[in-house]
């Protein structure tokens, strides 16, 4: 234990030292959370807008001035052809066209119904399928309202200038009105910053554990004190953990730093508690530096370290359902996530902060997470007494 004590003395006076390397260790996630929170996003703030009206009626004005007014469309141009339209569109100065037919309003008024073409540049699918979404719940709100609008002066025998409709009649008209109201448990406001901030903060977390621990041993390699060190009374548990602890603590500190920016900068929730996720974290921790220390056993130099680690963040960024949803992928790649660690701390992480989820509640990513870091480190552990002994 005294042995121990001392070699770990050593390796955080090293990183005192450098000091380059510490301030990349606490500044750099803290600078990237800030930046990939705000820019990794499903949302689409505003799509430049040509809107084609044909109809030219106070009932199109209507529908264009409420997409507008939503703040996901903005009309930079207008005219009546489709030609100049569609030539915006391909040379990528709107993002989406309207086209609102001649006899639009008349249509409206008489059957209760109109055509209307929405046209998106699908080159990224996502956000056509997002703007898709947003128009087509103003254009049902406004045809709501204008249905209600409708029926009202149908109802009114002042504007009908007779006794009114007969009750069968005015029964008809209201129990065809059906109205759908949803709600989103646990972010009503569909904030995407309560689901990316924390899965981002699990991946940079990860990238210190797995990148920086990996590339510190392999570091002890190129210098040749590595030899010198295993020719020394230490053990190999006493020598791994006096690398794998200080990265350990420093991915801690970074993990609440980053908690803290998260809900002063962007106000995520923290519903759960903080005493479950460092624990959670603890356990997590130990599968990263398990992977680091497997890295480390297979790489020779910091570059190979460094692009071996590269890609295994590469893997668990595509399967981890930080941007696309488990659910979504094949049957094979669902099988494959489950083997990331990262996917199921971050299922941990967002149901402990959004849900206030409990220990019973994420008792199987726990799980999953405590067999995968004793099974990894221990691998490593063996892997590394073979291939330096």
Do not use: C
Not at 351 to 376: E, F, R, S
Request: aromatic share 8%; net charge neutral; hydrophobic share 50%.
């Amino acid at each position: 234990m005294r042995t121990l004590r001392f070699l770990l003395r050593k390796e955080f006076l090293q990183i005192r030292r450098d000091r380059a390397m510490l301030r990349l260790l606490i500044a750099m996630p803290i600078m990237q959370l800030l930046v990939l929170s705000s820019a990794a996003t499903f949302q689409i703030r505003s799509a430049s807008t040509y809107v084609v009206d044909d109809d030219r009626s106070s009932t199109s004005r209507g529908l264009v001035q409420r997409m507008e007014a939503s703040g996901r469309f903005e009309v930079e141009r207008a005219s009546g052809s489709m030609k100049l339209a569609n030539e915006a569109l391909l040379a990528r100065e709107v993002t989406a066209i309207v086209h609102i037919p001649a006899d639009f309003e008349r249509d409206l008024v008489r059957t209760g119904t109109a055509p209307i073409q929405l046209i998106f540049n699908a080159e990224d699918g996502a956000a056509a399928g997002m703007l898709r979404s947003y128009a087509a719940s103003i254009i049902s709100d406004y045809s709501a309202e204008l249905e209600g609008e409708l029926t009202r002066t149908t109802l009114d025998p002042r504007v009908r200038g007779d006794d009114g409709p007969s009750g069968d009649d005015g029964v008809s008209a209201r129990s065809g009105q059906i109205r759908i109201q949803t709600s989103g448990w646990y972010n009503e406001g569909l904030s995407y910053t309560d689901f990316m901030v924390p899965g981002i903060l699990v991946l940079l977390v990860t990238m210190i554990a797995t990148a920086i621990g990996s590339m510190n041993i392999v570091r002890e390699k190129e210098i040749g004190t590595l030899e010198q060190l295993n020719v020394t009374p230490i053990t190999r548990g006493q020598f791994i953990a006096s690398k794998l602890l200080p990265f350990w603590a420093i991915a801690m500190v970074d993990l609440g730093l980053g908690l803290l920016v998260g809900r002063l900068v962007f106000d995520i929730p923290i519903r759960g508690s903080l005493l479950l996720i460092f624990g959670a974290a603890a356990i997590y921790l130990l599968a990263a530096l398990g992977i680091g220390l497997w890295i480390s056993t297979v790489a020779q130099t910091q570059q190979q370290a460094m692009f071996l680690s590269f890609a295994l963040n590469m893997v668990y960024l595509l399967m981890s359902g930080i941007f696309t949803p488990i659910q979504s992928m094949p049957d094979w790649a669902q099988w494959l996530a489950e083997l990331s660690p990262v996917k199921h701390f971050i299922v941990i992480m967002r149901a402990v902060l959004v849900k206030g989820a409990g220990v019973m509640d994420i008792k199987i990513p726990l799980l999953v997470l405590t067999v995968y870091g004793v099974v990894v480190l221990a691998v490593a552990v063996k892997r590394y007494s073979k291939t330096t002994a």
